[in-house]
């Protein structure tokens, strides 16, 4: 254990690990009246630079985890900014080694949220503090002002608070960072923000796709529309970045630099994250799942060039009223975006649930408003959703977000058929389709699905007539059927 803080432990906070993300924190936190921050990076030219490029924040640098720990003032408070994994666990084994019970290590990197309840658990054992903080907006983000979703324990929120409210993203006066729940729960909101973002992104590019063969507008065009978008209540950051992509000239060959890309997505893995998450708890997310398998689909091209000369629609297509499908086309968006959050809310409820957080819905919603990926406008009228009913079953089946779906069903509808019809693919429009009307069905054919593993597998089934659980005696002869029921 170190010694009591000499003269020298003068900073309140400290960044472990400075690549970008890391370093751009720590410039953040710099800025902040009332911050000091110490820096370590295992290679110390890394730290050198940061400290030599940036004097104006008054970095403590430190050579060794002992001279990191002793520029800290008590409670001492790290932050973790490493590759998620092995080295994560590295790192919280060393500072384990120089902190005392009553000190926070906070990993803000993006850990999937059982190793941050694995972690949380031996960590505490020692009598330190361990929290598990995602934080959204990639660099810019970092430096600027991210949104953060801290979990651990109330011990170490106190003292991390000020902290993470005075570098957090402000939406309306607000800083975007709240106390999400114990161990796990800040990084497994992260991790649905992230899914989320999957199907939000895939939603925009599907749109995209759609307007540029319906209409044969060129990305610049639209990406006019999308400038026009972003002043309705499609406005996000997503939406912006869309249309300054669209615009963009590749240098070299002056085409449209989208048309340029390699049409192949990369994931980082937490978008399969939520999906499998989601599979554990028994919620649906359709919108999320087709956007993850989507990019897996883009990144086949073997198959996708062995199937290139598969049969598709006979007849081409052509938009008879251009403005028309347009409308059509934003007005899918954004009923399937509804869907997208709803079913990543649900997952949260679950989540909550399952782990037992006291997670606050609508407080998740405001701290998206700003700073992360999905920040987006109508993130209040979710916020809004949650407060007038915390009890809230559903987010599509709160008023505004019902209106709004009523308002947009009719050209949703529309621009999944036409798609179907054009050999288009939209996965996450149609499988969000099939969600909501899914949702609204009186009955579904699982009473169907229910009769067959009853008859290979004596499964048991329940009646709509009567309490109990029922096995069939099932036979060729119909005559012979039997129900057994009983009632527990």
């Keep these: 254990m170190p010694d009591q803080p000499t003269k020298e432990a003068a900073a309140n906070i400290g960044v472990v690990g400075l690549a970008v ?53 008590k409670p001492r408070t790290a932050i973790i900014m490493v590759q998620a994994g092995r080295g994560t666990d590295a790192v919280i084994d060393e500072l ?3 902190f005392e019970p009553g000190d926070i290590i906070v990993d803000g990197g993006n850990a999937l949220f059982t190793d941050t309840i694995r972690r949380e658990k031996a960590v505490r054992e020692t009598g330190i503090n361990f929290v598990g903080a995602g934080i959204s907006g990639g660099e810019e983000g970092a430096l600027n002002g991210p949104s953060i979703m801290p979990g651990g324990s109330a011990e170490a929120w106190q003292t ?18 709240t106390h999400v729940g114990t161990d796990g729960a800040g990084h497994f909101v992260k991790m649905i923000h992230n899914g989320i973002e999957y199907a939000d992104m895939l939603l ?42 669209l615009k963009q000239v590749d240098a070299k060959t002056g085409k449209p630099l989208v048309d340029v890309i390699l049409d192949q997505a990369g994931a980082k893995g937490t978008g399969a994250w939520t999906v499998q998450t989601a599979l554990d708890l028994g919620i649906p997310v359709s919108g999320i799942a087709e956007a993850v398998f989507a990019r897996s689909l883009s990144s086949k091209p073997k198959q996708r060039e062995a199937a290139a000369d598969l049969p598709g629609p006979s007849e081409s297509w052509t938009v008879d009223d251009p403005d028309t499908f347009i409308e059509d086309v934003r007005l899918a968006l954004y009923a ?59 987010l599509l089946t709160a008023p505004y977000f019902r209106d709004a779906i009523a308002g947009a069903q009719e050209s949703w509808r529309r621009v999944v058929g036409t798609a179907a019809a054009a050999g288009i693919p939209s996965p996450a429009f149609s ?24 008859f290979f597998g004596a499964h048991t089934y329940k009646r709509v007539d009567q309490d109990g659980i029922f096995h069939t005696l099932w036979s060729g002869d119909r005559s012979e059927i039997e129900t057994a029921g009983s009632s527990h």
């Design 160 to 177: 991390l608070g000020p902290i993470l409210r005075s570098i957090a993203a402000i939406a309306e006066g607000e800083p975007c960072v």
């Design 21 to 73: 993300m890391g370093s751009n924190l720590a410039r953040n936190l710099a800025s902040r009246e009332g911050n000091t921050v110490a820096v370590y990076n295992r290679s110390y030219e890394r730290t050198d630079l940061l400290v030599s490029e940036h004097p104006e924040a008054g970095f403590i640098p430190a050579q060794s985890y002992e001279e990191f720990a002793a520029a800290l003032s």
């Design 336 to 394: 399937s975006k509804i869907i997208a959050y709803s079913q990543g809310f649900d997952e949260i409820v679950a989540g909550a649930e399952e782990y037992s957080w006291d997670i606050k819905k609508g407080e998740i919603a405001k701290i998206w408003r700003a700073g992360c990926i999905i920040r987006a406008q109508f993130l209040n009228r979710i916020s809004d959703a949650y407060s007038d009913d915390p009890g809230l079953v559903a």
């Design 204 to 245: 925009i590019a599907v749109a995209y796709d759609l307007i540029g063969r319906g209409t044969g507008k060129s990305p610049a065009e639209i990406a006019d529309i999308f400038t026009a978008w972003n002043k309705t209540e499609l406005e996000s950051y997503l939406i912006e970045i869309t249309a300054e992509v």
């Design 431 to 454: 499988s969000s389709l099939s969600y909501y009307d899914g949702l609204r069905a009186d009955r579904l054919p699982a009473a169907l699905i229910q009769g067959q593993r009853d």
């Design 96 to 98: 384990s080694k120089v």
